[in-house]
């Protein structure tokens, strides 16, 4: 076990979002460290939730709550006693911020204020980490990546969102987290996450596994889009990382942080689901491009300089990797096998990597 990851060994961890795909991957992996992990979280939605499927409900402490009531975020903060805290709750699919923009807002803005409320009331909060995205940047569809200082905004609901939570967070950072010595909040950056297990209805994989197990062709309606394309552990690695930097030298690693692939990680949408197919060995792609269809970023790098030369994390998988482990886990537990076996073997190939 690297040496970062012992400090979670018998700590009191809460993960807001425990029941969505990155939210259950990080409990499963703490799970696997040792942690006392409690989650809080709407229920599990979609065909296969990989919450459900890895049984977590009877590994670690669940609370079906909503974020944006805060009796209940306070409640479950003042039960577990949380000493480190990963907030990654939200609505996190653009398309549906266009259809549902005030849930959008309530959840990543009202919701996130009290989860940081909570944080504020509690002082056996060691260590924050703040999930947020990078489309929290103003895109301007620059060929470069953004760097943790560039400017924010958005101009869809979904990345507005996640802008206005960032500068949110921030004023709590700078009035009220930074008079505390022992504690330390950061927000973490990611970019598009793909991995085993998500079934998020408008997202490139899961309608890519859908397709392909049905025997149909994929469609793709923004095919030259470029993403920068991660296996869901590299930046989970990278939020566990700066956890432990945080509960041991708080003032050293607050702020803000990038969490992407290396240059080599970018490719189109196109190039993703031709990738998909060639490890699946079938099937075919075409192309559907609506013209009602919303806005959709193009091109969206972030630059993750900060966190290999200060925090020591790089990725660890690249895209040709990630692309196969990814297929690997739909194709496995299609065959039968069990997710939560699956799951853990890729956890601990990461670990070893």
Not at 14 to 43: H, R
Not at 91 to 101: A, D, F, G, H, K
Not at 206 to 214: G, I
């Amino acid at each position: 076990m690297s040496g970062y990851l012992s400090i979670f060994r018998g700590r009191r961890v809460l993960i807001t979002g425990d029941t969505g795909f990155k939210g259950s991957w990080l409990a499963l992996w703490l799970n696997e460290l040792g942690a006392d992990v409690t989650g809080i979280a709407l229920p599990p939605e979609g065909e296969r939730p990989h919450f459900s499927l890895l049984g977590l409900d009877n590994l670690i402490r669940h609370v079906d709550g909503d974020i944006r009531e805060k009796d209940t975020v306070t409640r479950v903060f003042e039960d577990c006693q949380p000493e480190i805290v990963f907030h990654l709750a939200a609505q996190s699919l653009v398309r549906l911020s266009y259809e549902e923009p005030k849930r959008t807002f309530d959840t990543n803005i009202g919701g996130s204020v009290n989860v940081l409320e909570a944080v504020r009331e509690q002082p056996c909060v060691r260590s924050l980490v703040f999930i947020t995205s990078d489309k929290c940047y103003r895109n301007q569809e620059w060929t470069w990546g953004y760097r943790e200082g560039d400017e924010l905004g958005g101009r869809d609901p979904y990345s507005a969102s996640k802008a206005s939570a960032e500068l949110v967070f921030s004023a709590y950072r700078e009035s009220f987290f930074g008079l505390r010595p022992d504690l330390g909040a950061a927000s973490a950056r990611a970019g598009n996450v793909i991995g085993g297990g998500d079934w998020a209805r408008d997202r490139i994989v899961p309608d890519c596994v859908r397709a392909l197990t049905a025997g149909r062709p994929i469609v793709l309606r923004n095919p030259e889009a470029t993403r920068p394309w991660q296996h869901v552990l590299d930046p989970l690695s990278g939020y566990l990382q700066l956890a432990a930097g945080l509960f041991d030298e708080p003032k050293r690693y607050s702020g803000a942080w990038n969490f992407g692939p290396l240059l080599d990680g970018a490719c189109t949408v196109g190039e993703l689901a031709d990738r998909m197919v060639a490890d699946w060995g079938s099937g075919a792609t075409v192309v559907d491009q609506s013209q009602d269809a919303p806005h959709e970023s193009r091109l969206l790098h972030l630059n993750i300089d900060k966190a290999q030369l200060e925090l020591g994390w790089r990725p660890r998988w690249d895209l040709p990797r990630t692309i196969a482990e990814t297929v690997s886990w739909y194709r496995k537990t299609e065959d039968g096998a069990a997710a939560g076996d699956v799951s853990r073997a890729q956890i601990n190939a990461h670990m070893e990597a």
